[in-house]
């Protein structure tokens, strides 16, 4: 796919847009990544990309001017930073400099945390009423993002993710952290036995995001695999790889008392007819096999394992 629209990438060393880079990249899509002024941006020159802005002022007029002589068409914001009155300064600064280089439409990166409630089947117009710091932020980013947008006559989308995850470095993904245990031959800390989550491959969201770009789409959409899976046997298939049994005492929750979320991704799918193409089967055999083998692969050879999966 070739859309041949310039998209500007925040955070593009980041986990989701880092992975968004890499996808443009595979398909030929003119990008520009802005980073931060200390940023490491090793990531993105192994994937040979190079047109890197670095900048901490959005709103700098040689920055604006910069960008504008390559007329971008569309803004994915995916910085994010721990501090979330930097969050809330950088996205309005950041829709600012969408419209002040005549992007057509900004994209946001949500979470299933601003629904609140945590249930099978999830759709967009579920009241949100967000139980975590995180979903609040991130919902507050929606409506502050939606409303702006709106007052600039700029197009707006915002993507809700189920838990991302790749096989690159991830120490905060519950599953890498389980993997690289075993791999060390230690005994993982296991909690959360009784969950049954919806996982959404990095890469799935990449394309997803470009999807929506190419389809000038407005709105929220849910991006997640549509299922959610038992940690259970997620586990048992993992320590089956490294050829091991997973004993593990009996939990006192009852099964009743069993954890489970999905969204659900019909809107997505009805609007640019998108699925995820990486099963979470396939993502954790490639981290076991990384692991159990301590073979890391190369940008490259990374990128052609992922579009070996897609195909």
């Given at each position: 796919m070739y859309m041949g629209k310039r998209i500007i990438v925040t955070g593009a060393n980041g986990f989701i847009g880092s992975h968004l880079i890499t996808e443009l990249v595979a398909t030929n899509t003119p990008a520009t990544a802005i980073v931060k002024t200390s940023s490491n941006t090793e990531i993105l020159k192994k994937n040979k990309f190079y047109n890197i802005i670095k900048t901490d002022k959005y709103l700098d007029p040689s920055l604006i001017r910069q960008l504008s002589i390559s007329k971008p068409e569309y803004f994915v914001h995916c910085a994010w930073d721990k501090n979330n009155i930097i969050n809330s300064k950088q996205t309005i600064e950041a829709i600012e400099l969408a419209k002040a280089i005549n992007c057509k439409g900004f994209i946001t990166i949500g979470t299933f945390e601003e629904y609140g409630e945590i249930k099978k089947n999830l759709q967009e117009d579920q009241l949100c009423d967000p139980k975590t710091d995180f979903g609040n932020t991130k919902y507050a980013m929606y409506l502050t993002s939606k409303s702006i947008c709106k007052s600039l006559d700029t197009r707006y989308c915002h993507v809700r993710l189920s838990i991302p995850y790749s096989m690159r470095d991830n120490e905060e993904f519950f599953f890498t952290r389980i993997i690289k245990s075993i791999?060390?031959?230690?005994?993982?800390?296991?909690n959360n036995f009784y969950t049954s989550k919806d996982y959404i491959h990095a890469s799935d969201i990449a394309r997803a995001i470009i999807g929506l770009v190419e389809h000038q789409a407005e709105g929220v959409f849910n991006l997640g695999s549509g299922d959610s899976i038992s940690t259970k046997i997620l586990l048992n298939m993992i320590y089956q790889k490294f050829g091991k049994d997973l004993k593990i005492k009996e939990a006192i929750e009852e099964n009743n008392n069993l954890k489970e979320f999905s969204l659900n991704t019909n809107k997505i799918y009805s609007k640019i007819v998108w699925?995820?193409?990486?099963?979470i089967w396939?993502?954790?055999?490639?981290?076991?096999h990384e692991n159990k083998f301590n073979s890391k692969p190369s940008m490259?050879?990374?990128?052609?394992?992922?579009?070996?999966l897609c195909r």
């Open positions: 791999s060390r031959g230690e005994q993982p800390e296991i699925k995820p193409s990486i099963s396939d993502g954790l055999s490639l981290l076991v490259e050879e990374f990128a052609d394992r992922i579009r070996n």
